[in-house]
């Protein structure tokens, strides 16, 4: 389409790039962290750290909804598909993610019933049409979501339809930025706030970042040039001395998010006193469970879900790259042990994932690690 | 699934207030637009659908931005269409 040149133009992106480079005060290292997996894929599809100041660093967030669901929880999901008469309904972007006992693909390809879908409302019909059957929804990701499901309940219980239920495992982008603001191992600057999460919970949610932390947010969209003008806006907030909430994505995210989305999500789902994240342990407040008025379809009550903690496998460190403390290629079975064919971690299973986004695009293989490193060590 | 997926409204079913026919790169299936009942868009206009709803209505550019960025991620967003292409949301 001839509109989209408006996002992409190179020139306009030297241009920015020039202007944040401007920006850099000598001898001042910034870290900006992009809380948004799409950012990531955005960032190393078009290589945009080429056009940034050395002094200017990337760190990737946890906003991959696959990458923080931790392994026990995907054991507990495992155990409900193989209840008796339980058909397990999945988004495609779960079923390659490892267990303790390998994935959903392995347990169908066992014979367990797990369908994938592509909304929740297509596991409902699996559930009107399979009256003898119980139809478990597998659910995840954050806020953008958390309102499709909370539809969905609100729709089943219109229904009374006596045979779907909804594992829950929604979470919300706010504790776990707070947690990373709270890590002793990383000093962060300033934040490119997610793009469509914001769509629903808008911009106000991340005011206690600039006004308790002392850091700038930039909401953004997820073309090249609206991340070169977020980073821009974060340098400009940092170089005035300014730490403040603004909205690089108006055109997309309304200040206020999406109310309706919000009071659905409110309706149906309550927070959780704490959740356990891959990578980043647990989190008070930071997931919703079903309210007990929908208690019907919370599959946590329907069936015995086993809750049992699973470490992640020694050699994944998920955990250090979704903090932002580790770049993709430095885990030590990057692209070797793991890669998106056989993922051991989360983070190289969904293309939001850090790890896929750098693999996929090559940015960054063993082998050309080695050359980067051997280049820089042989610099004067 | 956490990807905001651009479609044109083609129109909203009559009987179900809650339910439009939406183009997606071609790919012409049913969503939900419950979540837009303070604006609830019309025949024409564009909206971003995650998992089968429509979560806020974007204008013809942004539209094309985002459907270059999907189709730039490659697989991703041939899975996603192919699971668009999979749905009967009634």
Redesign the interface.
């Known amino acids: 389409?001839?509109?989209?040149d408006?996002?992409?133009d190179a020139d306009t992106a030297h241009a920015l790039a020039a202007k944040i480079a401007a920006l850099c005060e000598p001898g001042r290292q910034y870290k900006l962290m992009e809380v948004c997996?799409?950012h990531t894929?955005?960032i190393y599809?078009h290589g945009l750290e080429d056009y940034l100041p050395e002094s200017v660093t990337l760190v990737h967030g946890p906003g991959?909804?696959?990458c923080v669901i931790p392994m026990g929880r995907v054991d507990d999901a495992m155990a409900l598909a193989s209840e008796p008469d339980v058909i397990m309904t999945s988004?495609?972007?779960?079923m390659r993610v490892p267990g303790s006992n390998g994935s959903f693909f392995d347990a169908k390809a066992a014979g367990t019933d797990i369908r994938?879908?592509?909304?929740?409302?297509?596991s409902l019909?699996i559930a009107r049409n399979n009256p003898d059957k119980r139809v478990v929804f597998m659910a995840?990701?954050?806020e953008?979501?958390a309102?499709?499901t909370a539809?969905t309940i609100m729709r089943a219980a219109q229904e009374n339809l006596p045979n779907f239920s909804v594992f829950c495992n929604h979470v919300t982008i706010i504790p776990a930025i707070k947690a990373i603001l709270d890590s002793p191992d990383l000093r962060l600057d300033g934040f490119i706030g997610p793009?469509?999460v914001s769509?629903?919970i808008g911009c106000r949610p991340y005011e206690f970042i600039a006004r308790d932390y002392g850091k700038p947010v930039v909401t953004a969209?997820?073309?090249p040039l609206d991340i070169l003008q977020s980073i821009y806006m974060l340098l400009l907030q940092l170089s005035e001395g300014r730490s403040e909430v603004e909205n690089q994505y108006s055109?997309?995210?309304?200040w206020d998010g999406?109310?309706?989305?919000l009071k659905?999500i409110g309706e149906t789902m309550q927070l959780r006193p704490y959740f356990e994240w891959r990578g980043l342990g647990f989190i008070s407040h930071s997931a919703l469970s079903v309210r007990e008025k929908y208690a019907q379809f919370d599959a946590e009550l329907l069936f015995h879900v086993p809750g049992v903690r699973v470490a992640d496998p020694k050699a994944c460190q998920c955990g250090e790259v979704l903090k932002g403390v580790l770049k993709p290629w430095e885990c030590k079975v990057f692209g070797t042990a793991c890669t998106p064919e056989t993922p051991i971690g989360t983070c190289m299973v969904s293309?939001?994932g850090a790890c896929a986004a750098y693999y996929?695009y090559g940015r960054m293989n063993r082998h050309r690690v080695k050359e980067a490193v051997t280049i820089q060590v042989g610099r004067p | 699934?956490?990807?905001?997926i651009p479609g044109e409204v083609i129109e909203l079913l009559p009987d179900q207030p809650d339910l439009a026919r939406v183009d997606v790169s071609g790919v012409r299936r049913v969503?939900?637009i419950?979540?837009?009942?303070?604006d609830p868009p019309v025949p024409g206009e564009w909206v971003?659908i995650?998992?089968?709803?429509a979560?806020?209505k974007?204008?013809?550019?942004?539209?094309?931005?985002?459907?270059?960025?999907l189709e730039?991620?490659?697989?991703?967003y041939a899975?996603?269409l192919e699971?668009?292409a999979?749905?009967?949301?009634?």
């Open positions: 389409m001839k509109f989209v408006e996002f992409r997996g799409g894929h955005t599809k991959c909804p696959v988004f495609g972007d779960m994938m879908v592509y909304s929740p409302l297509d019909k995840i990701g954050f953008t979501t309102p499709s539809m793009g469509h769509t629903v969209g997820f073309e055109r997309v995210v309304p999406n109310p309706t989305a659905v293309p939001e996929n | 699934m956490c990807l905001g969503i939900n419950g979540l837009l009942t303070d971003l995650h998992v089968g709803f979560l806020s974007i204008d013809e550019a942004e539209a094309g931005a985002a459907l270059q960025f730039g991620i490659g697989q991703a899975d996603e699971a668009l999979e749905s009967r949301i009634e």
